[in-house]
């Protein structure tokens, strides 16, 4: 009797059959998000969640969660630009995705926040800062590298806490964004052989020579990873992620733990989390989905993102003092059904609009 390993299919093969599990990953590392943020926010016991005690220092169950997020960010953006390189129609795109269920949730969780969580109340939206909040987000703040702490906050609301402090994600988001036109519109090669070619060099440059996009691109640990999608993406034709390579990482990991615990105050460094996070993303991402194809065609991940930090902190007002593991349950009850509104309502929608208007 022989025994057979399974080949998985490539990764290209798996993103263009639209039978895959990224819409399902993406919300698992929505959902850790608000786990992470439960355990940070409740008025019982703030501390951090089992899984970045066992990380921490070199990260968090918040950062890896992120990090997930951008490299499928990375490999979905750059081949929405391979499939048509129009400067134009990409951006329309890209606002498509991210502004229309920004506004609403805008609206929808700000005005509450000022209403019932404010000293002025009702008369607080007669002033100019609710608005200015409002709209500056909706905007991303126009992609500015210095936003001004006061646009951050409303005064006087949530107790002057950030009242959708996750959004600091999308405005880098935003500009990773206009940096894949650049580099689109930039070509001197073949495309797929050029977005490879600078995806290497960047990658080089924003960890050995940090200063090359430091008036833009800042955060190197976010570009460095969005920067690796574009580089799969490129590969996806030929790139194979399945079990083995998970398991390697994991080795690896382990190999190094010892030398790495001597070094530092962790055994786990951040090249070691990321690798092996990448590759359980792929790996899953990459997989077909059978039994969830609810989730598997609707992305309920940014609708989780985008409401979960507003809906803690209001929760978190009106319920008497409760521990992490009650503010998560009671949030999600709450978050989970208006994320699915986000996007059945406002974002598909909004999408389908825009498709609709390119075709003609």
């Known amino acids: 009797m022989s025994f057979k390993l399974k080949v998985p299919r490539t990764l290209g093969t798996a993103i263009d059959s639209h039978d895959n599990g990224f819409n399902l990953v993406r919300l698992a590392c929505a959902l850790l998000v608000v786990v992470y943020h439960a355990f940070q ?6 501390r951090p969640d089992p899984l970045t005690a066992l990380v921490g220092p070199s990260a968090d169950l ?7 997020f951008f490299i499928i960010s990375g490999m979905f953006i750059t081949q929405s630009w391979m499939r048509d390189p129009h400067v134009l129609r990409f951006a329309l795109r890209r606002v498509a995705r991210i502004v ?11 005005i509450p926040a ?5 000293e002025p109340g009702v008369a607080g939206l007669l002033t100019s800062a609710p608005w200015r909040y409002i709209f500056g987000n909706t905007v991303l703040h126009g992609l500015v590298y210095n936003i001004p702490a006061s646009e951050l906050s409303i005064p006087g609301v949530l107790g002057g806490q950030y009242p959708n402090g ?5 405005y880098w988001e935003g500009r990773m964004y206009v940096m894949v036109a650049l580099i689109g519109l930039s070509a001197a090669l073949p495309m797929r052989t050029w977005v490879r070619s600078v995806a290497i060099f960047l990658l080089l440059a924003a960890n050995l020579w940090p200063e090359v996009l430091s008036g833009y691109i800042w955060e190197v640990r976010m570009w460095s990873l969005f920067l690796v999608g574009m580089l799969l993406q490129t590969l996806a034709p030929s790139l194979r992620i399945g079990l083995r390579h998970v398991a390697c990482a994991f080795i690896l990991i382990g190999l190094n733990w010892t030398r790495s615990q001597a ?4 055994a786990l460094t951040w090249f070691g989390i990321a690798l092996a996070m990448g590759a359980v993303a792929l790996w899953l991402g990459t997989a077909r989905v059978e039994r969830l194809a609810h989730l598997r065609r609707n992305d309920y991940s940014y609708g989780v993102y985008i409401y979960h930090w507003p809906v803690l902190l209001m929760l978190r007002e009106v319920l008497p003092p409760v521990d992490a593991p009650v503010l998560l349950t009671v949030s999600l009850l709450v978050i989970v059904p208006v ?4 996007w059945h309502l406002v974002e598909e929608p909004a999408m389908a609009a825009v498709r609709r208007r390119l075709r003609r």
């Open 41 to 46: 926010l409740n008025r019982v016991a703030p």
């Open 62 to 68: 918040g950062s890896i969660a992120v990090g997930i």
């Open 100 to 110: 229309p269920g920004l506004f609403v949730c805008m609206l929808a969780t700000v």
């Open 114 to 118: 000022v209403v019932f969580f404010s």
């Open 166 to 170: 996750p959004l600091w994600t999308l």
């Open 263 to 266: 070094m530092t105050p962790s």
């Open 339 to 342: 994320a699915m509104a986000s």
